[in-house]
């Protein structure tokens, strides 16, 4: 479920994207941007949740089963925790000491979520469909006035007609 639900939100941001810029060119490179932060986003999120984990749990371990080390349960792992002790007392306390770590990596993400939340606030808000419909009036506009004054403009027509203006400048100014 969260996966679609990321990958929707994802796309939408590719939509939005292709909204605000006007010039094609300038979409390939906001989408590039975009990626990259999330998924920069994604490892330096990745990085700060382990690092969480890891110290909870070198802080919650002994409280819960001093008779396991921290370095023990650090590298067996959340899903080998019975290959450490036999005892269910033992096992219950590594369980909770996960809890409570995991619960630490979930409080900062919410934190971290609340702040993007806060930050999406001073965003312009845009109209997809009232951007595209004046576009295409503006398309319009251009295309019956192009053609009652009968040049085509095309970009590639004024690109020809810069670089003739371009020479026909430089020919003038020869001696």
Do not use: W
């Given at each position: 479920?969260f996966r679609?639900?990321?990958?929707d939100?994802?796309t939408s941001l590719?939509?939005a994207i292709?909204?605000?810029?006007?010039?094609e060119?300038?979409?390939?490179i906001?989408?590039?941007?975009?990626?990259?932060?999330t998924?920069?986003?994604?490892?330096?999120?990745?990085?700060?949740?382990e690092n969480?984990l890891v110290g909870k749990l070198?802080?919650?371990?002994p409280?819960?089963?001093?008779?396991?080390?921290?370095?023990?349960?650090?590298?067996?792992g959340?899903?080998?925790?019975?290959?450490?002790?036999?005892s269910?007392a033992?096992?219950?306390?590594?369980r909770q000491?996960?809890?409570?770590?995991i619960?630490?990596?979930?409080?900062c993400a919410?934190v971290s979520?609340?702040?993007?939340?806060l930050?999406?606030l001073?965003?312009?808000?845009?109209n997809l469909?009232v951007i595209?419909?004046?576009r295409e009036v503006n398309k319009?506009?251009n295309?019956?006035a192009a053609s009652?004054?009968?040049i085509v403009?095309?970009?590639e027509?004024?690109?020809?007609l810069?670089?003739a203006?371009?020479?026909r400048?430089?020919?003038?100014a020869?001696?």
């Amino acid at each position: 479920m969260f996966r679609t639900f990321g990958a929707d939100l994802r796309t939408s941001l590719s939509t939005a994207i292709q909204a605000i810029f006007d010039d094609e060119s300038d979409v390939f490179i906001g989408n590039a941007i975009a990626t990259f932060a999330t998924l920069a986003g994604g490892a330096i999120g990745i990085s700060i949740g382990e690092n969480i984990l890891v110290g909870k749990l070198i802080s919650e371990v002994p409280k819960y089963a001093d008779a396991i080390s921290p370095q023990a349960v650090i590298e067996s792992g959340a899903l080998n925790l019975q290959a450490l002790t036999s005892s269910t007392a033992v096992l219950y306390g590594l369980r909770q000491a996960y809890g409570v770590a995991i619960s630490a990596v979930i409080i900062c993400a919410t934190v971290s979520i609340c702040f993007s939340v806060l930050a999406t606030l001073g965003m312009q808000r845009l109209n997809l469909k009232v951007i595209s419909r004046e576009r295409e009036v503006n398309k319009q506009t251009n295309q019956s006035a192009a053609s009652s004054s009968g040049i085509v403009a095309d970009q590639e027509d004024l690109d020809n007609l810069a670089m003739a203006d371009l020479g026909r400048q430089k020919i003038e100014a020869l001696p």
